[in-house]
C-alpha cells in the first residue's frame, strides 16, 4: 500500500514508473528490486518524507480519542478536548446548492462548525481517522461533511482528510467494514425523526501527519463539499456535490458521543533530529 503526497499535476510519471515496476514484477516476474519494497509507504505531512511499515494500521499504534466541546456561540471556535463535555449543542445551516438567500442570511447563520486544538508536544497521526457525531435534524434527512486540517504556528493551514455522510443511510455495513475504513449500507435509508439524536459514525480519509508544538489542529464540519474544500494550491482534486437535499436546521449535541478518533503512531525520533545525522 502507499499513500502519497497530494500531487496530481499531469503527466505523474512517478505513478506511471512505480506502476510499471510493479505489473513488471508481478506479471513477468522481473527482477527489478520491487519484491524488496516494504509492504507500506506512506508521505508524512510536516515531515515532508515517506516512512515504511510491514502492516496497516501501524503495528503499536495507540489509539487517540478527541471530544467535541463547545465554545459558546456557534459561530464561534469550538475545542477539541481529551474528556466529553456533558451536556450541550451547537447548530448549524444547511443550504442547498445555489440556493437563492435573503440579504444577510450568512449574518445570522453560520453554515459551519469548526473546533480546533492547541498541539503540545510532536506526534505523528497515521492510520484511521474516524469521526462519530451525536446528531439531530429538523428534516427527515440531510449531509454531513466532516474535515480536519493543520494550522501551523504562522496560521498556514493545510488539508488533511475529509468525509462524509447522509444522516437517513447510516447504518454501520459490519461485514464490509475493516479495521480501517467503516463501510455504510446505503440500500435501505432509514428517515430522521425531527429533533431526535442519531449516531453517526463514518471513516475520513487517512494522512499522515506529524504535528508539531505551536501547531492547532482543526476540525470543521458542515453540509456543503464547496463549503470545506481546499483550493488547488494543495493539489486535492475535489468536486461539487449536490448536497444537501433541501434546507435544513442541523445539531450537533456534546457527550462521550460526539468525537474523532486517530491512530497515534509509535514514538519515533524527531524528523529534525534526525536529518542532523545526515
Not at 489509539?63 to 467535541?68: A, E, F, T, Y
Not at 486517530?262 to 529534525?272: H, I, K, Y
Request: hydrophobic letters at 40%; charged letters at 20%; proline letters at 7%.
Amino acid at each position: 500500500m502507499i499513500i502519497g503526497p497530494p500531487a496530481y499535476d499531469l503527466p505523474a510519471y512517478h505513478w506511471q514508473l512505480e506502476a510499471l515496476a510493479f505489473f513488471d514484477h508481478l506479471i513477468y516476474g522481473a527482477d527489478n528490486g520491487y519484491a524488496s519494497q516494504a509492504r507500506v509507504r506512506y508521505w508524512v505531512e510536516g515531515a515532508d518524507a515517506y516512512r515504511s511499515a510491514s502492516s496497516w494500521p501501524l503495528p503499536g499504534s495507540k489509539s487517540l480519542r478527541l471530544h467535541l466541546a463547545s465554545n459558546g456561540a456557534d459561530a464561534a471556535m469550538h475545542r477539541l478536548t481529551a474528556d466529553p463535555q456533558q451536556n450541550g449543542l451547537n447548530r448549524w445551516a444547511a443550504v442547498p446548492l445555489g440556493a437563492i438567500l435573503c440579504a444577510g442570511f450568512d449574518e445570522v447563520a453560520n453554515q459551519c462548525l469548526s473546533y480546533e486544538m492547541a498541539v503540545e508536544k510532536e506526534m505523528e497521526l497515521t492510520g484511521a481517522v474516524t469521526l462519530c457525531l451525536s446528531f439531530s435534524s429538523n428534516e427527515i434527512d440531510s449531509h454531513v461533511v466532516a474535515r480536519t486540517g493543520l494550522v501551523s504556528a504562522n496560521d498556514a493551514y493545510c488539508i488533511l482528510s475529509m468525509g462524509a455522510i447522509r444522516p437517513a443511510c447510516r447504518r454501520i455495513d459490519t461485514a464490509r467494514s475493516t479495521t480501517t475504513e467503516i463501510a455504510i449500507d446505503i440500500d435501505a435509508p432509514e428517515p430522521l425523526v425531527p429533533g431526535v439524536p442519531v449516531t453517526l459514525r463514518f471513516s475520513l480519509t487517512p494522512h499522515p501527519v506529524v504535528l508539531k508544538p505551536g501547531d492547532r489542529l482543526r476540525l470543521d464540519i458542515a453540509s456543503r463539499t464547496d463549503l470545506l474544500r481546499s483550493d488547488v494550491s494543495h493539489g486535492h482534486a475535489q468536486f461539487d456535490m449536490q448536497v444537501p437535499p433541501y434546507f435544513a436546521r442541523n445539531t450537533l449535541h456534546y457527550g462521550p458521543g460526539s468525537f474523532i478518533e486517530f491512530d497515534v503512531a509509535p514514538p519515533f525520533l524527531s524528523w529534525r533530529e534526525a536529518n542532523q545525522h545526515h
